[in-house]
């Protein structure tokens, strides 16, 4: 069992910046490939960056260049650097782990961040 609670969430204005930060408690989460993903009012639950247990990394082809995941295992923390925030970006956010072996997925509860001036 994984637990993760996000934070860092808030309001910026465009252009902004925001880091975002999960912590993980349950002792598996060397095994787990970590990832956020965002929700906008009205739209599906969209993949925004994915940070693999050997530490390769993906991202939405909308954040490219602007986010930045990272993990740090001995902390059991993934982080999301968000820099050149566009209103588009406004979404809940959430923290998510994938047991590599058993492929059990899991949720935090989710942080709002709004981009508006």
């Known amino acids: 069992q994984v637990q993760l609670v996000e934070s860092g969430g808030g309001l910026v204005q465009p252009g902004g910046s925001l880091r975002l930060s999960c912590a993980a408690s349950g002792g598996i989460f060397r095994s787990c490939d970590m990832g956020w993903y965002r929700q906008a009012p009205g739209k599906q639950r969209e993949l925004v960056a994915v940070?693999?247990?050997?530490?390769?990394?993906n991202y939405a082809d909308s954040v490219k260049g602007r986010f930045t995941i990272s993990r740090d295992n001995a902390k059991n923390t993934v982080d999301l650097q968000m820099n050149s925030l566009k209103p588009e970006d406004t979404a809940v956010y959430y923290c998510?782990?994938?047991?590599?072996?058993?492929?059990?997925?899991?949720w935090g509860q989710g942080t709002q961040v709004t981009v508006s001036s």
């Open positions: 998510n782990a994938k047991h590599r072996v058993f492929n059990s997925n899991y």
């Open positions: 940070i693999t247990v050997g530490g390769t990394t």
